[in-house]
């Protein structure tokens, strides 16, 4: 069965800190896919990013980068310069293809304070 | 503009009462999701659809219903049977039936028992 830990349950950060947000993942498949959500205050969770198995490729988005390495099964979020509208909940989750189905396995989230 | 909408945003419902949690959305998606939050937890999956009259239940169906007569919408029931029903329930879609695919979220109902 497919499993996400995020083992970090709550971070405190001052603005402007850099900070690394971790998730490992454990599955039996080759092919697979990770995600991570943001949840604000509103609650709505927000698509950040969707990574593929067989794409090892760091990819950076403003602010934000991601980690990805198979050989330790981690797929780590960073922010860099963090700013009080990143405090949230982030969420990792793992997608297997076996089977039909688009269905998520979440790990139980990182509650992020950036304090001003 | 295109999205999902839930409602109520907030609900509070007596024990032994059932209460239905509307999910809508004009995305075009044929799959939908329900998912259920608890504090300090994930998301856990209730039930999801694929195609209209059609639906599976997810990791934590007991004590919950669905439909899904039209494409664009996907209610959720929360029946009596359902044991510890307060919680933060959250309603999906995809576009397409795969792994790959990326879920959009709604902005969630909070439901609480009295």
């Known amino acids: 069965a497919q499993k996400v830990t995020q083992a970090q349950t709550e971070i405190s950060v001052v603005e402007k800190e850099d900070v690394t947000l971790d998730c490992v993942y454990e599955t039996r498949d080759t092919t697979y896919y990770l995600f991570w959500y943001k949840q604000p205050p509103s609650g709505e969770l927000v698509f950040l990013i969707r990574?593929?198995?067989?794409?090892?490729q760091n990819e950076i988005s403003g602010r934000y980068s991601w980690n990805f390495q198979k050989s330790t099964s981690s797929f780590n979020f960073t922010i860099t310069a963090s700013q009080v509208v990143d405090s949230a909940v982030y969420f990792c989750a793992l997608s297997e293809v076996s089977g039909a189905n688009s269905k998520l396995t979440f790990g139980k989230g990182i509650t992020l304070s950036v304090r001003p | 503009d295109g999205g999902i909408t839930q409602s109520p945003k907030y609900l509070f419902r007596k024990e032994g009462q059932n209460v239905t949690l509307s999910c809508e959305q004009n995305l075009n998606h044929d799959a939908m999701y329900w998912y259920r939050q608890d504090p300090g937890q994930g998301l856990r999956l209730i039930y999801y659809?694929?195609?209209?009259?059609?639906?599976q239940k997810g990791d934590i169906a007991e004590g919950y219903s669905v439909s899904r007569e039209k494409k664009e919408s996907f209610p959720l029931t929360v029946t009596s049977a359902q044991k510890n029903p307060t919680a933060f329930y959250l309603c999906a879609s995809s576009s397409w039936r795969g792994a790959s695919d990326t879920q959009y979220f709604g902005p969630g109902t909070r439901l609480t028992v009295l």
């Open positions: 659809s694929q195609i209209v009259n059609d639906f």
């Open positions: 990574r593929n198995s067989f794409d090892e």
